[in-house]
């Protein structure tokens, strides 16, 4: 049987979370949950988009994951339906969908209220349990072009230059942004470079943390192969005065 992920911005601190999965034990008490995370910043599609991206794909195909968002769906009676690089989403209609999906136009499905007996999340959760149990998502609803597009930022690369943002601060302070390593290996072949952030620069890139002192700064490339910068021990955003959108540029020597 497929797995049921939840990631969600609910918090832990209420009963949000459990009577979600309280719904699908009941419809299925052989299903297996797992929560990816449920501390998402309220309201924040590009935090969301970030863990879903980074981790969804590491789970089996044909996985289902149930995402809930807590009146950030602007259209509250619709939830949609999409299958992604063999995974199925069941999501509200607030952008995440396109966000996951960044490269190519997912076909979408989408469910109205008149067709769920308990819509929002619980209803949502109603359908993550049918798809599990082998139902497709043009069997449960229609497909549709019409539902919320986001665009995060996009890097701009050239032969001078990446230009990037920070995308997230992690739970360590760190500054995860959208330069992808892919990119910085083709361009810095055989060549110098300067990396800058904020009022800084750096000259090289590590292969970890370990590489440089307690309360020095260190630059690698994460498990998602995007640049990452931290402080060995410290919080980067507070101690370098950056933040989510803050810009970060690699400028390489002719």
Known sequence: MPLVTFTSDFGTSDHYVASVKATILTINPNQQVVDISHDIEPFNMAHMAYVLHSVYHKFPAGTVHLIGSNGSNPNRDT????EINGHLFVAPDNGIISLIQEQNRPVVFAISSEKISNFNTLGAARVACALAGGDKPENLAEHTDRYVQLMLRQVKATRKEIAGHIIRVDHYGNLITNIKKLDFDILSKERRYSLQFGRESASSIHQSMADVEPGE????FNQEGLLLIGINQGHASQLLGL???SPVNIQFDD
């Open 79 to 82: 939830i949609l339906l999409s």
């Open 243 to 245: 933040n989510f959108d």
């Open 217 to 220: 700064a260190f630059f690698v």
